[in-house]
């Protein structure tokens, strides 16, 4: 699965921002899970939260809880990860991810679990 990941850019703090990712090439992600991770200059990827493509279910780190929500279209192939209350320690890098695990109950925060990434898009939280 080849991935696209959209719609990172310059916010000033408390702003929103709302990425995408899309599958590419017509596929869909039935039985994928999908997960989103950042990586600031000199810090290890980390992951931001996830969702089960089939069952809708979703999960946050604890630094974005409350804040940032994940959704998908399904007709659309697509993943939204929208990021409100923008703080600066917000900026990173953001990847989209996906695993295929048909019949997943869980969502894994390692990054080692995922066999598909895109290729990241630059979120800036700044005044």
């Known amino acids: 699965v080849q991935l696209q990941a959209s719609g990172g850019g310059l916010v000033q703090p408390g702003g929103s921002l709302r990425l995408s990712c899309a599958a590419s090439?017509?596929?869909?992600?039935?039985?994928?899970?999908m997960a989103w991770f950042r990586q600031a200059p000199g810090k290890e990827r980390e992951f931001v939260g996830g969702?089960?493509?089939?069952?809708?279910?979703?999960s946050y780190a604890d630094s974005v809880k409350g804040r940032f929500t994940i959704s998908r279209d399904k007709p659309r192939n697509t993943v939204y990860l929208q990021m409100n209350s923008l703080k600066p320690e917000d900026t990173a890098v953001y990847y989209c991810?996906?695993?295929?695990?048909?019949?997943?109950?869980?969502?894994?925060?390692?990054?080692?679990?995922?066999?598909?990434w895109g290729q990241g898009t630059q979120v800036t939280v700044s005044s």
């Open positions: 969702v089960l493509w089939s069952g809708g279910q979703t």
């Open positions: 991810a996906s695993r295929y695990l048909p019949g997943a109950l869980t969502i894994s925060t390692l990054a080692r679990s995922y066999d598909f």
């Open positions: 090439g017509g596929r869909t992600f039935s039985g994928y899970t």
